[in-house]
């Protein structure tokens, strides 16, 4: 049997009209960060005992950060056992709040919760602890983080933990705190069956504490290769969910999320890599292959071949530039979309032609083949972008 960990929360009171009050807790050891703004502070509404608990997590889109599941689900146990301690329902997504404020406060902006999603594939507290909060509103001041979703982690590999969390002797400081010079401990097959190492998670080396959960480990490019999990007291055997085993669930929420927002999603949720291409094409640039195209775009073409250029993907007209809308009947692209401008009179009957060929399934080339006729998208190569210890949850539930 796995060793028994603990599942930490730390002070949590009842709800009240005001933004969460300017308590702060740090990471063991580690020192007041006013860089990692895409890192945020969390907190959960629990209705059922009217109390609040704060956890970290991670900006990754606009209007979607990355967390732990336990900060937002309800749990059958303050002690993680592999195979027997189950996550419960989540919260509604407007029990939920967030600041990137590296001290927060009364004064700082806070942005409200709209939905949460979570694995659908199982609800063990190993290997299922992670969860992503859609925001009301999207947050446009602050550079999201790249979850590093296409490279596993290596055993030994460097990386800096941010979060909110208490220190080793439960003191509160600033705000969110960072500590660097960390190494990962073993992998699953590499930790042992005492401490309960699910195959999607790694463990750190330490200085995670109560409050920290949700928070990430960075690599050495400041990509999020895991997030806390749960740990053992005091502030040790940090184990963290690892980002890459959950590439499908996290691309795809992203995509949904960017179009309810508006926005073009970020290059890696069309692409599945975490690495910009860096030779692409611009949209509006020139192609004869849509693998030319950057991520979130394809090759299209309406009427005459040497006219193909890189089109932006969309669901909606409010993903694309001024003076397009969005032409939908394109099932081969995520959204089902491309950013078209409005035809004039003189090609009006070559795009209702175009529209045409794409609603009856005629407008995709085979990959890297050359297409011709009206609206065809000149091979759709834009990536695999259809890829189809103790919880530290600052604020114990009591």
């Known amino acids: 049997m796995a060793a028994t960990l603990a599942v930490g929360c730390g002070s949590g009171g009842p709800l009240s009209g005001e933004a969460p009050g300017t308590a702060k ?8 960060d006013t860089s990692d703004d895409a890192v945020f502070e969390e907190f959960t509404h629990w209705m059922t005992t009217n109390n609040v608990s704060s956890c970290t997590a991670n900006l990754i889109a606009p209007n979607v950060l990355l967390t732990a599941r336990h900060c937002i689900a309800s749990a059958n146990t303050e002690d993680v056992v592999c195979g027997q301690s189950m996550f419960g329902d989540p919260v509604a997504g407007n029990e939920t709040i967030v600041t990137g404020d590296a001290s927060p406060g009364q004064g700082s902006t806070f942005y409200h919760g709209m939905d949460v999603r979570v694995p659908t594939t199982g609800n063990d507290m190993c290997g299922y602890d992670v969860a992503l909060i859609i925001l ?22 460097q990386y800096v933990a941010v979060g909110y969390g208490v220190d080793a002797t439960g003191a509160q400081n600033q705000g969110r705190m960072m500590l660097g010079d960390l190494a990962v401990h073993c992998l699953s097959d590499e930790c042992g069956t005492p401490f309960g190492v699910a195959s999607t998670e790694f463990m750190g080396q330490a200085g995670i504490c109560s409050g920290d959960s949700g928070g990430p480990a960075l690599d050495s490019e400041g990509k999020i290769i895991g997030i806390v999990s749960r740990g053992s007291n005091p502030c040790a055997t940090p184990i963290y969910s690892e980002v890459a085993p959950w590439r499908d669930f996290i691309t795809q929420t992203v995509l949904e999320a960017a179009q309810d927002g508006g926005y073009r999603a970020p290059f890696w949720a069309y692409s599945g890599s975490s690495d910009p291409p860096s030779d692409a094409q611009a949209v509006g640039d020139a192609c004869t292959d849509s693998s030319q195209c950057a991520p979130g775009s394809v090759c299209y073409f309406d009427g005459d071949p040497s006219k193909a250029a890189c089109t932006a993907i969309c669901g909606t007209s409010a993903q694309c530039a001024a003076g397009q809308t969005c032409s939908l ?29 794409a609603d009856q399934g005629c407008a995709v080339s085979p990959l890297g083949s050359s297409s011709s006729g009206f609206g065809r998208l000149a091979a759709l190569g834009f990536g695999a972008v259809l890829l189809g210890l103790r919880r530290r949850r600052s604020a114990r539930r009591a």
């Open 25 to 32: 807790e740090p990471i063991a050891g580690g020192t007041f």
């Open 329 to 357: 009947g394109f099932d081969q692209v995520p959204g089902g979309g491309l950013c078209l401008s409005p035809p004039s009179s003189s090609t009006g009957n070559a795009a209702a032609s175009a529209k045409g060929s």
């Open 136 to 157: 009301q509103n999207s947050v446009t001041s602050i550079t999201p983080l790249v979850p590093r979703i296409d490279v596993p982690v290596q055993s030994g590999e």
